[in-house]
């Protein structure tokens, strides 16, 4: 970091099967305020230009000997703003990207590099029900009174969202039912149980909070019952699944900083990921 506080230099190592260790260095040049100016690294250097009012106008990459070697090619990316600062397009050498907003400042149509358009269509004060392109539906999704989301259609699949008497999501499920039947088996007086773990369902997950309002269990037709344990300030303290034989572990400094405890995987992850 550099004397303001600001990221300048990134170093990773990664670990290969075979025992290697590359190294990869990242570096990053700021102007006076802060503000990204460079990046660079063994493959290409990329500039960062801003206008007067700090929105960014253009990235541009230049790639190195090394990195024209691996195919890496020079580009510009530039962008665009109205006069309410919202980004109105992006262009590359692939093309374009436009973006048209609402009164609300809702994205109501992208138009995509082909001319075709992704349409997002609205109710009320901005809450999204439609996806589509160019007319074709690709997303329905439906909310109930208080505009939380309860059915998004995602081709023959419908996900389903439920919430608990305080807001929370309780329970959620992917079916091959069509739409019209979800009404019939979600029947206020049928325990969630029943409908969430339906043999139609694809997937389905529900969840159990704490009195402290912390997650302490997911029940998951895939990975199975996970539960959660936590210190008395809500920092998380395990993980366990009860399918798997490894769950994790965490601790912290009196900072808060998370610190390697009771196991070795923390030491060496593979891509530092």
């Not at 990459?61 to 109105?88: M, N, Q």
């Not at 996970?226 to 210190?231: I, L, P």
Request: hydrophobic share 25%; aromatic share 10%; with cysteine.
């Amino acid at each position: 970091y550099n004397l303001g506080g600001h990221l300048t230099q990134v170093e990773e190592t990664g670990y290969s099967e075979k025992g290697e260790r590359p190294q990869r260095s990242t570096y990053f040049e700021r102007d006076s305020i802060g503000r990204l100016l460079a990046r660079l690294n063994d493959d290409a250097r990329q500039d960062f230009a801003y206008d007067d009012s700090d929105r960014l106008l253009s990235i541009q990459r230049k790639p190195t000997d090394r990195g024209r070697k691996l195919g890496v090619t020079a580009e510009k990316l530039e962008f665009a703003y109205d006069i309410l600062g919202r980004l109105t397009k992006e262009a590359s050498p692939q093309g374009a990207l436009t973006y048209d907003y609402d009164t609300l400042g809702n994205l109501t149509t992208l138009t995509l590099p082909t001319g075709q358009h992704l349409n997002h269509l609205y109710y009320g004060s901005g809450h999204l029900h439609q996806l589509n392109l160019d007319g074709q539906l690709i997303s329905d999704m439906e909310r109930d009174d208080l505009h939380r989301e309860i059915y998004r259609t995602q081709g023959k699949l419908t996900s389903c969202f439920g919430y608990d008497a305080v807001g929370r999501k309780a329970w959620q499920y992917a079916t091959t039912l069509p739409a019209e039947k979800l009404s019939q088996i979600q029947n206020p007086l049928i325990k969630p149980e029943r409908y969430v773990e339906h043999a139609y369902n694809s997937i389905h997950r529900r969840y159990e909070y704490d009195l402290a309002g912390e997650l302490s269990r997911t029940l998951d037709k895939l990975r199975g019952e996970v539960s959660y344990e936590y210190e008395a300030n809500g920092r998380l303290l395990e993980q366990n699944p009860k399918k798997r034989f490894e769950g994790e572990a965490f601790r912290y400094d009196a900072a808060g900083n998370r610190l390697n405890f009771n196991t070795s995987r923390f030491d060496h992850v593979k891509d530092n990921r």
